[in-house]
């Protein structure tokens, strides 16, 4: 059984195209669920790839304590994490290791960039923004700039070598970060870090695959959905999968009950469900 959506009864719901996160107020329970999107459309869902999902993120946020805080609490559940809720930086800071070639192939590039976008709204596509757009409008100062640049380009060469370690197919192509302020004013990563929905990998342990398969059937994000085949599903299951036993070390056990009801009942023995 594929995990759709949930319905808690808790804080405020947020529903992002991946995520259900219930904001309380110091914290946000993040349920990572099956679905899947490409395109900034949600597609289906995909087996276990929010357990896949949640897990890797957690894995990350533990072994970059030493380059930055980050919003992690706990992990009650497979598919969620409790985080503390921050100020967030209204920014998606993308690191590229790699750019693509004319005929799609992937280049090296001797120094990783970084390219910040907007964030923006629901059914809007982000956009680049510039440092001095950035530092213009009040949104970073200077210094603020500087120091995220320079803790993403950390993030990113510490998660590309660790990936290359594992084989150069796992090798992380490019990903996106998100910073907020904490309560003391310090920087802290939230969001997600280094996974298959927010990075590439040099053997396609991603979307990429899928966003080839629809590009292939005519479908870029407008007009009728295809219907993804199972194959294709269990395909892009697989390669998340292989992402994860290479990266945690471990063979990927996916959770029998891949219920909502799993979900409660781990957060009501966290003491955050009544
Ligand atoms: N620790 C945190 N404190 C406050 N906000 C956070 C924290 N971590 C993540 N967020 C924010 O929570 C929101 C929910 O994230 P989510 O990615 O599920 O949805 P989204 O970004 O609105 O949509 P999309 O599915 O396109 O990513 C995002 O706006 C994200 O920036
Ligand atoms: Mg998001």
């Not at 808690?8 to 914290?27: A, M, N, P, Q, T």
């Not at 302020?181 to 920087?187: E, I």
């Amino acid at each position: 059984m594929n995990l759709e959506k949930t319905n808690l009864d808790i804080g405020k719901k947020h529903e992002g195209k991946v995520r259900d996160s219930y904001f309380l107020e110091d914290k946000i329970i993040m349920i990572t669920t099956d679905r899947i999107s490409a395109f900034d459309v949600v597609l289906g869902t995909i087996p276990c790839k929010g357990q896949i999902l949640n897990q890797l993120s957690a894995f990350w946020f533990g072994e970059t304590e030493h380059i930055i805080q980050n919003h992690l609490i706990e992990v009650p559940d497979p598919n969620t994490l409790v985080v503390k809720r921050c100020n967030p930086i209204p920014l998606e800071i993308i690191v590229r290791g790699h750019i693509r070639r004319p005929d799609n192939s992937w280049k090296e590039i001797e120094t990783p960039i970084v390219t910040p976008t907007t964030k923006a709204a629901k059914g809007f596509h982000d956009q680049p923004i510039t440092k001095e757009e950035i530092i213009g409008t009040g949104v970073l100062t200077e210094k603020e700039y500087e120091e995220i640049k320079y803790k993403a380009l950390e993030l990113f060469n510490f998660g590309k070598n660790l990936t290359l370690s594992k084989g150069e197919e796992f090798t992380l192509l490019d990903t996106k970060y998100e910073f907020a302020r904490g309560a003391d004013g310090k920087l802290v990563l939230i969001d997600e870090i280094h996974t298959p929905d927010s990075s590439r990998t040099k053997g396609q342990y991603d979307k990429e695959f899928l966003r080839t398969w629809l590009k292939e059937r005519g479908y870029s994000g407008n007009g009728a959905i295809p219907e993804i085949p199972e194959d294709v599903k269990s395909e892009l299951f697989s390669r998340y999968a292989r992402f994860y036993e290479a990266v945690i070390g471990t063979k990927f056990v996916p959770e029998k009950d891949n219920s909502e009801k799993r979900i409660k009942r781990n957060l009501r023995n966290a003491g955050y469900l009544r």
